[in-house]
């Protein structure tokens, strides 16, 4: 079941500008994770950020994680043309995850 | 590097045929997963393998079946293709996690199914 839900569906910035996207789920959550799709490709696993946890940087990208309302966000600073993908959250239990629909990120050079 | 291949990047199919998909993992992980990603949808996962010869189905199981007889190979198989089964199709592997902590999935590069 679809767990996790990304707003918005969509995003176009320029290049050098930040990228926010959200999730909000539904369920208790012992992680939440982010994973970027490029164009016709599998997913690729960006970061994970614990229940436990409120905020997790990665390079570029930023992960917050608000239990209390059960919502995350990924930004995505200084944002390049490489960065055009699709974006999905998922909400990891025992051994499976569950994905949302994702968020389609353009980036305008 | 980590990695997990599928066996073919395109296929066309006809309706009414059998069709596997089969996807290696080198990273010796315990679970294997099959989804189906269609636009809109996201990723809805097919059936999960947790050991060899275990599976469990997943939400969208129906008019699908799987085998996993080695540790690092987990096939799809479409007993009698349909057009409502062409889609994307992404197998990923992962570690044994129970405590629900390190669970982060390796992904193949998809399969795009095309039923005719």
């Known amino acids: 079941s679809q767990q996790g839900e990304e707003d918005p569906q969509a995003l176009s910035i320029q290049e050098g500008e930040n990228a926010t996207m959200n999730c909000s789920y539904k369920t208790s959550i012992n992680n939440l994770q982010w994973y970027r799709q490029n164009s016709g490709r599998g997913l690729v696993h960006l970061i994970l950020?614990?229940?436990?946890?409120r905020e997790k940087h990665s390079g570029r990208l930023r992960v917050t994680l608000d239990t209390s309302k059960k919502s995350s966000s990924l930004l995505i600073t200084a944002s390049r043309a490489a960065d055009t993908a699709s974006y999905f959250c998922a909400t990891g239990r025992i051994n499976k995850l569950s994905f949302g629909a994702g968020t389609t990120v353009t980036v305008r050079a | 590097d980590v990695k997990v291949t599928q066996s073919s990047r395109y296929l066309v199919k006809r309706t009414g045929e059998k069709v596997f998909l089969e996807c290696v993992q080198d990273m010796d992980h315990e679970n294997m997963f099959w989804y189906r990603q269609d636009p809109g949808l996201g990723l809805r996962l097919i059936y999960f393998?947790?050991?060899?010869?275990?599976?469990e189905k997943g939400d969208i199981p129906e008019g699908y079946s799987v085998s996993r007889e080695k540790k690092e190979r987990f096939s799809l198989i479409l007993e009698s293709a349909s057009t409502n089964q062409t889609s994307m199709y992404l197998c990923?592997?992962?570690?044994?996690?129970?405590?629900?902590?390190?669970?982060?999935?390796?992904f193949g590069p998809g399969t795009r199914l095309t039923v005719l």
């Open positions: 950020i614990r229940s436990n946890e």
């Open positions: 393998s947790y050991d060899v010869k275990m599976k």
């Open positions: 990923a592997s992962s570690l044994a996690d129970l405590a629900g902590v390190r669970n982060e999935q390796f």
